[in-house]
């Protein structure tokens, strides 16, 4: 892979990543949704964890699926949206 490209995606996963821990428009910080699973759990941060990761692994594989849905066909619209829900995730 060149440099340029390289470089293309790790300022993509850059921003990713600081938007995930930060928030940014809707979303909101890592640390609100970690408040926000342990509050709905009853302060157990066993099964607020759990919650956490079953949910987060339905929205992966929707995501997923719905993203290649359309085949090869699709497939250059495809790898951007499945990119960015993964980053969103």
Known sequence: MSDKKSGVIEKALEWGYEKAVSGGGVLGTAQELADE???SNGHNLKEAANSLIR????????GG???NLGGLVTLPAAIPANMASSMYI
Not at 55 to 62: D, S
């Open 37 to 39: 699973y342990l509050h």
């Open 65 to 67: 699926f719905v993203t």
């Open 55 to 62: 949910w987060q692994n339905t929205k992966a594989a929707t």
